[in-house]
């Protein structure tokens, strides 16, 4: 089932429920992405028509924010009066006044992938990223599952804000082998167009593009505790030991009054 939040069609959906899309999609012969929508993707993709365009061609969209519940029941509430009153519960989405709204991070469903990968056999590969945190991913993973077939790992290449490759050490390009799954770490919007124009290139079954993941995976960044991630406060941990996430707050302000003004259809 998919949602309209601000004209961005959100898959309502759970991890393993996604899991199993993507294990069916390994094993047929056509090619999909997967995008995972935030509240910063939502904004940005107000005045962004090509990236909003392709969050919707996505075959998998998953719930990267737990405010979801919270947008959707304000977008519904008809009564102007009562949605100024429910705006606060954004800063707790979880409350039980709100629409029910299972969070799937790209983080989370990345590991799960991984974990599925290793214990049924399909293949993965990993681009993008900084400072070869891809290598370091790599290592790690293999140590904790050595079963898992990685069949390419590349944190040189970075990408503009077009999609478009602007450092390649290689001279002939990149040259992506046979995979079943591939994730890509450009960061968001830019990998979301590499994806685009990508998917058809290359012999890759899935593409989903993870942001900072790599970073979690690899433990070069703490993720936080669970019990913060499941009251809703991931974000504010983030903001705590990088401090520079405090620039994407204009994003931030700009989703919250988009939703009060948003009318049910």
Known sequence: MKVDILGIKIDKIGIAEAVQSVEQWVGDKDKHYIVTPNIEFVAVAQNDPSFKEILNRADLAIPDSSRFGWAQ????????????????????????????????????????????????????GFLGGKNQVADRLAKALIEKYPKLKITYVNGEVRVDNNGDVIVDPRDDGLEIPKTDVLFVAFGQVKQEKWIAKNLKKYPVKVMMGVGGAFDYLSGEVPRAPQIVRNLGFEWLFRLMIQPWRIRRFGSLLQFIWQILAARSL
């Open 73 to 124: 029941d304000l977008i519904q509430e008809k009564n102007s009066f009562k949605k100024i009153l429910k705006w606060p519960f954004f800063i707790f989405p979880k409350a039980p006044l709100l629409m029910a709204f299972e969070t799937v991070t790209g983080t989370d469903l990345m590991y799960k992938l991984i974990s599925e990968a290793a214990d049924k056999g399909f293949t993965v």
